[in-house]
């Protein structure tokens, strides 16, 4: 059962996000379009800025100062993207098995098949997820050509069919990991997201995986966030959680009581993510010994000492140093 803190939480945290997009300066703000002012909370300025400072405090007066201790990620859309838009594979694929709709075509088709409730399951990916996929290539593009879906379906457990959506990915997280912030994926992705890590050689960068499929949970659901938490041994309290989707991500993490950060919106990259994980780490009461030293080109950096890893190379100004 959630917490009292976690439902205020997710009260306080729709309200915030509801009322960014309110261009009224003048007028109270709506608690959830229901018409209502808020008048048990000091006046609050719409502007984007402002609510995103108003939720940092709220936080803070339920938490204390805030300190990210572990750092979980968004699969598709955050960490990576396809290579090449879907509409465009699933018609070249499926040129030589009679598939004649064009890109535009294919992509309003599945457009609309994604939006329709799934009533097979629970949940969409269970397993390897290949009845939901069948549906969605089928209804997508007209073609029921078993040989036909499962060259798709396999295409996209390569490496040919996705890149990282950040080049520094990799240089960013081990700085992260070597200042003690744990890191793991959460995503509503079936059992071919492990593999593909592995395709893309980044599995390795973190220290756990929360899959859908495994966890019978999908975002916008807590459990999710909940379970990897439990990966990680933290607390959700102590979690930021960054994708790209505002309600799967935004409001499904913070429902769990993690903090949230919108990718595009709130961050743009993984070295702001890491320079704002770095201000709670520099100013809020993360427990373990910092170490100032001299790093690359004589910067003055802030690490974490840390006794079976070198010292990571968060910069004291709150930027992240990336090496050569």
Not at 55 to 64: I, V
Not at 79 to 86: A, K, R
Not at 137 to 163: I, L, M, P, R
Not at 168 to 194: C, H, M, P, Q, Y
């Amino acid at each position: 059962m959630a917490t009292a803190t976690t439902k205020l939480t997710r009260v306080f945290s729709r309200f915030f996000i509801n009322n960014v997009n309110n261009n009224s300066t003048n007028k109270p703000l709506r608690v959830m379009g229901s018409g209502s002012s808020f008048n048990g909370l000091a006046k609050y300025s719409t502007s984007a800025a402002a609510v995103v400072k108003d939720y940092e405090d709220y936080r803070k007066s339920l938490y204390g100062d805030i300190t990210h201790k572990a750092l979980l990620v968004d699969a598709v859309g955050t960490l990576v993207v396809p290579s090449q838009p879907m509409a465009q594979i699933y018609r070249q694929i499926g040129e030589k098995y009679g598939v004649e709709y064009s890109e535009d075509e294919i992509l309003n088709r599945y457009r609309w098949a994604y939006g329709q409730p799934w009533g097979r399951s629970r949940l969409r990916y269970v397993n390897d997820g290949r009845p939901f996929w069948q549906y969605i290539v089928s209804s997508s593009t007209g073609c029921s050509d078993t040989q036909y879906f499962e060259e798709v379906y396999n295409y996209y457990t390569t490496e040919k069919a996705w890149h990282l959506c950040d080049p520094d990915a990799e240089k960013v997280f081990e700085a992260i990991r070597k200042a003690g912030v744990k890191l793991a994926v959460v995503s509503n992705f079936d059992t071919r997201l492990r593999p593909l890590l592995r395709a893309l050689n980044c599995d390795h960068w973190f220290d756990a995986v929360a899959v859908s499929a495994e966890v019978a949970a999908e975002k916008p659901n807590p459990t999710i966030f909940l379970k990897a938490c439990e990966l990680l041994e933290v607390k959700p309290e102590d979690v930021v959680h960054v994708g790209d989707d505002r309600r799967n991500d935004i409001w499904g993490a913070r429902d769990a009581g993690c903090d949230a950060w919108l990718w595009g919106s709130d961050v743009h990259s993984f070295k702001e993510v890491a320079e704002r994980i770095a201000d709670t780490l520099l100013y809020g009461c993360f427990s373990g010994p910092f170490v100032m030293e001299y790093g690359v080109n004589a910067q003055r950096t802030l690490s974490l000492a840390l006794p079976s890893s070198p010292p990571g190379i968060l910069n004291r100004n709150g930027t992240i140093n990336l090496g050569d």
